[in-house]
Every structure is written in C-alpha cells, then in structure tokens.
T-cell receptor, first 116, second 111 residues
C-alpha cells in the first residue's frame, strides 16, 4: 500500500517568493496535518485539516495557509518567504480528525525547503 | 500550552548497552504519549505509544511507561544494536490530531 506522499522532495526559493507544497494521504485517510521541522529541532504543528475544513492551527503567521481538496489531498502555501522558513515540511495523515480521540498519524518523507 | 522536554543528545552507546532516554511532558487533560523514530534520510515512524496512565508501550525491544504522577514517558531498551542509531522524538497528543514533539535525541550505537 502506498504511504503518504509529498512533492516536491526538495525545493530552493529566494526570499519574498511564494511556495506550494503538496501532500497525498494514505487511501481512506481523511485527515491531513502539516508540520515544520527546522534542522536540529522537533516538528512543530502548523495545521490540521479534516473533511476539507481547518480543525487546528499552530503558532504560525498568516503567511502560512493550507487547504484540503475533495480527494483529501492537501496543499501548504507559504507567502513572502523568509530565510527562517528553511526547514523540512512534513505531512501526516490519519483516518479521522475527531475531537477527543487520537488516530495514529502516518508521516510522509517531507519536502526540504531552502530559502536563499 | 502543551510541551515535551527530552534529554538532549547526542547519546553514544556501545552495542548491547542499556538505553534510557528521559522524557517529561506538560499538558492539559490526559494526552496520549508517543515515541517516534527518524532514521537517517527517512521520515518519522511511530515507535510506540501509550494512551492512558500506567500503560506500557513496547515495540522492537523498546519500552516506555506512561507515568502520570511524574508526568514522564522514558524510553528504554535493554540491549541496543547499531541499527538502532537514529533520532528519537518524544511526543504528546490530545484532542484532534495536533502532536507536540520534543527536541529529539540522537542516538549513535557503535560496534
């Protein structure tokens, strides 16, 4: 079975540009979460989407946005890139996003974003 | 807000040595607790989890017990192998799917 897939694998951008990262969840999974992992740190939660609605947001500026499509795939968009946005961006999928419960999250390999 | 504190590495051990990586958490309510592992060049994998107090999670010889009284979830393995070399993340998860991760502990096992 295919796991969580992310594209592109690597990306190089310059300050001020915009970037779109893509994620396809495991078949049957309806929830997608995004995390930012700066080198040497643990992943930081950015967003969670379930059934195409935002269900959670971490402490990130409005330059970060995301959406989920009818097929449950997701995009993360970052505007006005800063040097500090350089990181590994991880996508995770799970069966549901029901409040008060936890379903195991399966992580993709990530997209390595470098901002110059 | 929720937070997870784990010992900083790197930790270097000889093969067959005993491993302990300490982890404590702060959270509202009673979160689920996890250990994730990230092997070089690979994504995060769930190693083990515990969903309530006194639960013990175990997998591949690793164990961790959910201790509510000490708000801890220490990872242990009796005899590490070179193939266990990786970065280990302690994490907590509550409602919805937000997971709060620790900083990660790099483990290097030498033959």
């Amino acid at each position: 079975d295919a796991g969580v897939t992310q594209s592109p694998t690597h990306l190089i951008k310059t300050r001020g540009q915009h970037v779109t990262l893509r994620c396809s969840p495991i078949s049957g999974h309806k929830s997608v979460s995004w995390y930012q992992q700066v080198l040497g740190q643990g992943p930081q939660f950015i967003f969670q989407y379930y059934e195409k609605e935002e269900r959670g947001r971490g402490n990130f500026p409005d330059r970060f946005s995301a959406r989920q499509f009818p097929n449950y795939s997701s995009e993360l968009n970052v505007n006005a890139l800063l040097l500090g946005d350089s990181a590994l961006y991880l996508c995770a999928s799970s069966l549901t996003g029901v409040a008060g419960s936890y379903n195991e999250q399966f992580f993709g390999p990530g997209t390595r974003l470098t901002v110059l | 807000g929720d937070s997870v504190t784990q010992m900083e590495g790197p930790v270097t051990l000889s093969e067959e040595a005993f491993l302990t990586i300490n982890c404590t958490y702060t959270a509202t309510g009673y979160p689920s607790l996890f250990w994730y592992v990230q092997y070089p060049g690979e994504g995060l994998q769930l190693l083990l989890k515990a969903t309530k107090a006194d639960d013990k999670g175990s997998n591949k010889g690793f164990e961790a017990t959910y201790r509510k009284e000490t708000t801890s979830f220490h990872l242990e393995k009796g005899s590490v192998q070179v193939s266990d070399s990786a970065v280990y993340f302690c994490a907590s998860g509550g409602g919805y799917q937000k997971v709060t991760f620790g900083i990660g502990t790099k483990l290097q096992v030498i033959p």
